[in-house]
């Protein structure tokens, strides 16, 4: 996983808003990455398809958010056709079953939102919510930033310029 740990981290703060706490590879191949990923207050269990170029695109997945889980609801199961089915409430995914047990996937799914729960009914000192506080700041202004109107406007006029052009080109 090593390879293709910055191509997973960049598209979690893309598609989550975050990087992961924490990963641990489910399998690798020459076509594809599956990966379980914890985030602040949930976990992911992602299927990636690997390009000829190097990138990673995302072929599946499945969010498990803190606040749906309850212990046991994860489901780690081999299919009859060789893959490992994983769901939770009436969401699933396959992944393939080539090295680890299902029982392995869904126990650290658990333990890892197990951990977090008790992150949240534990008492922060002031350290810790200083940087709790700093990353949601830094969170809220890459979302402002991507979310800005300027860049937006400035596309538009940059079109309505080459639709004048255009157009005065087809009068001609």
Not at 11 to 24: L, N, R, V
Not at 48 to 53: G, I, M, P, S, V
Not at 58 to 71: A, D, F, G, S, V
Request: glycine letters at 4%.
């Amino acid at each position: 996983m090593l390879n293709y740990n910055m191509a997973i981290e960049v598209w979690c703060e893309k598609a989550w808003g975050e990087t992961p706490k924490k990963s641990s590879e489910w399998a690798s191949t020459d076509e594809t990455v599956q990966v379980f990923l914890r985030l602040s207050a949930s976990v992911l269990i992602a299927d990636f398809e690997l390009k000829k170029d190097g990138t990673l695109t995302i072929r599946q997945h499945l969010h498990i958010p803190l606040e749906t889980w309850n212990p046991g609801s994860i489901q780690g199961i081999r299919t009859p056709e060789g893959k490992t089915r994983f769901s939770h409430r009436r969401q699933t995914i396959y992944l393939s079953s080539e090295l680890r047990a299902p029982e392995w996937g869904a126990a650290l799914l658990e333990d890892w939102l197990l951990g977090m729960r008790s992150d949240v009914n534990r008492p922060k000192d002031r350290t810790q919510r200083l940087a709790e506080i700093n990353r949601m700041k830094t969170s809220v202004q890459r979302n402002l930033e991507t979310a800005a109107v300027d860049h937006v406007s400035k596309e538009i006029h940059e079109l309505d310029a080459r639709i004048d052009r255009i157009g005065t080109t087809l009068a001609d």
